[in-house]
């Protein structure tokens, strides 16, 4: 039996979402990290996967000071659904722009979308990403 979704929950999760945007556009390499659960996960669209804040906070400085150091990302989310009402999942669409490839080259596409898969978690009345999993749409 699916849990009934919690209004405040639900919004505190979105809260979570938009906190992300923010530290993401900001380049708040620690911001994002703190975001995590302490042994959060995190897989890029090149099936690089990273465990744990402090090498959350590090991949973060690596990325912000490298080919996204200009991006700007938006992250739509589609849907949130309960697996209990201390784990949820989270699908979000996402855009990029701005990014250049690893190389320092304009990145082709230019503008990037895909969807993320988070698996989120309440842990001491807070929500925190636990694992994070990100696929781009090709082609688009």
């Excluded at 999760?13 to 390499?29: S, T």
């Excluded at 975001?35 to 402090?54: N, Q, Y």
């Excluded at 230019?110 to 842990?123: A, Y």
């Amino acid at each position: 039996m699916k849990p009934e979704p919690n209004a405040s929950d639900e919004a505190a999760i979105k809260r979570v979402v938009a906190d992300f945007n923010i530290c993401f556009n900001n380049k708040d390499a620690h911001a994002c990290a703190m975001l995590f659960a302490g042994d959060g996960d995190l897989i890029t669209t090149r099936g690089e996967s990273t465990h744990g804040r402090p090498n959350l906070e590090k991949h973060y400085q690596t990325v912000f000071s490298t080919f996204l150091k200009n991006a700007h990302r938006v992250d739509t989310v589609r849907n949130v659904r309960f697996l209990n009402p201390t784990i949820a999942s989270v699908d979000t669409e996402w855009k990029l722009t701005g990014a250049t490839s690893p190389n320092g080259t304009e990145a082709a596409p230019p503008v990037r979308e895909g969807l993320l898969t988070w698996i989120v978690t309440k842990r001491d009345g807070r929500w925190y990403i636990t694992i994070f999993h990100e696929l781009d749409f090709p082609g688009k």
